[in-house]
């Protein structure tokens, strides 16, 4: 499914690639997710520092919007490593190779893995992770972002009843963790390293440390879908 990589790449730090082959992307949406196509068109004729800083401010500060499925899942609990395992395993049966740096649950990632796979496998491998696309979808449209469009269209794809208004109550009682104050207050309770974690080597990936340490653990499952949404 093409329009599933389309939405990875928009989903992702913008990118001057992206940019310099906007004709193609906005085709691509207009033939195969009409719906979708005004969102990307505009998303595109903006300049590309101006969408970088915005998706900064909205992905990379506070963990409520990240784009890790599993830290919605698991948080930081053991259950995330086994998790991770699996998920990697998957990527290598479908030939999906990932740079040392990054993480299976990454979702442009995911997306990725999943455009690779026949329509029906690409909307159960959706319909799995409906509630995080859901709940991601609602807290980008209570902080009035349009990015909740490439979620709402993700749960269109996977024909699941949930869409970012399903979470509505629940978003609008969360603590925002994206405030200079929220942000603070982890700083404080970080320990400070004077070493860097060789994080970026490939013998020493965060992912071998979650091999490592959580092998023994059982797989997670996913939150059923409940047409009520996430509680």
């Not at 940019?19 to 969102?39: H, I, K």
């Not at 599993?70 to 049966?93: I, K, N, P, T």
């Not at 994206?178 to 860097?196: G, M, N, P, S």
């Amino acid at each position: 499914m093409p329009i599933l990589k389309l939405i990875a790449l928009l989903m992702e730090y913008p990118d001057a690639t992206l940019w310099e082959s906007r004709d193609e992307a906005q085709a691509l949406a207009t033939q195969e997710m009409p719906a979708l196509a005004p969102w990307v068109n505009d998303y595109l004729s903006a300049p590309l520092l101006d969408r970088q800083e915005a998706w900064c401010d909205l992905f990379e500060r506070g963990s409520a919007m990240s784009l890790l499925l599993f830290e919605h899942v698991h948080g930081e609990s053991r259950d995330r490593g086994q998790a991770m395992v699996d998920l990697m395993a998957q990527y290598e049966q479908a030939g999906l190779q990932l740079d040392c740096r990054e993480l299976p649950d990454y979702l442009p990632l995911y997306l990725e893995f999943l455009s690779m796979q026949t329509p029906e496998e690409a909307r159960e491998g959706l319909h799995n992770v409906a509630p995080i696309l859901a709940l991601l979808g609602g807290r980008l449209k209570e902080r009035q972002s349009e990015y909740y469009q490439l979620f709402d269209a993700l749960l269109r794809i996977a024909n699941s009843p949930l869409r970012s208004d399903s979470v509505t109550p629940q978003v609008k009682t969360e603590v925002r963790d994206d405030t200079r104050q929220a942000l603070d207050a982890v700083w404080e309770e970080e320990q400070v390293k004077f070493i860097e974690d060789n994080a970026t080597a490939c013998d020493s990936s965060q992912l071998q440390s979650y091999q490592k340490r959580f092998s023994q653990d059982v797989a997670p499952q996913y939150v059923d879908v409940r047409a009520g949404g996430p509680k």
